[in-house]
Every structure is written in structure tokens, then in C-alpha cells.
């Protein structure tokens, strides 16, 4: 998932370090075995620039939306949250990446 190693920013491409990508996998992983907590913690890595991420707000959003749309009611509170941070174009930039990555998930579910 290539959309995962690099996240556009405002200015250019903010390309993720090693323990970003080593994260980032583990939490998949993880939320592939059904811990929606992973993703939130994705959320939380991205919105504090912790453990080699980046900060990166949308990429917060989308993973707080991707968490709530799952039930995560804390996603849901982090989301609202972040959002009081960025702008409108940010906030539907982070909502369009949500919808695709959900997308994506979908596909890989039903092809399984």
C-alpha cells in the first residue's frame, strides 16, 4: 500500500521514516486480526508526531474516522478534535483518504 509510506503535505511530500512504515505495519496487521484500537493508535501516532511519524493532521483525521467508522468511540472524540486544527480543504482531504482506504479495505476482504 504505497499510499501508507509517503502522506502529502502542504508543501510537498513528507515522506515517513523507517519506524513510521514498521508502525504503520504492525497496526494493520494488528487491525487485520480485528483490534480497531490499532488504527486509533495510528490516529494518535500521526495527530503527536510519535513513534517516527510524522505530525500530520489529516492523516490523524483519517485514521480517527477510519477507528470511529468501526466503533471506536474515542476515534470519534480525537477526530473532532484534530479537526478543530486544520481547514476545510484539509478536513476533506482527510475524509477523501478515508473513503478510499475503506474502499481498498473492502476489496481486500471480499477477495479473501
Known amino acids: 500500500m504505497s499510499f501508507l ?3 502529502d503535505g502542504g508543501a510537498g511530500v513528507v515522506l515517513q521514516g523507517a ?3 514498521t508502525l504503520i ?3 494493520l ?3 487485520a ?3 480497531v484500537d490499532a488504527i486509533y ?3 494518535v501516532a500521526f495527530s503527536t ?3 517516527g511519524c510524522a505530525c500530520d493532521m489529516i492523516e490523524a483525521h483519517k485514521w480517527f474516522n477510519i477507528a470511529a467508522a468501526r466503533g471506536h468511540e474515542a476515534a470519534a472524540m480525537c477526530r473532532a478534535d484534530v479537526s478543530e486544527e486544520m481547514t476545510a480543504r484539509e478536513i476533506a482531504e482527510a475524509q477523501r483518504r478515508a473513503r478510499e482506504w475503506l474502499r481498498a479495505d473492502r476489496a481486500e476482504s ?3
Do not use: N, Q, Y
Request: charged content about 25%; hydrophobic content about 40%; glycine content about 12%.
Open 5 to 7: 509510506k509517503s502522506i
Open 19 to 21: 519506524a513510521a512504515e
Open 25 to 27: 505495519a504492525e497496526c
Open 29 to 31: 496487521a494488528s487491525f
Open 33 to 35: 486480526e480485528g483490534s
Open 41 to 43: 493508535d495510528l490516529g
Open 49 to 51: 508526531g510519535s513513534h
Open 110 to 112: 471480499r477477495a479473501a
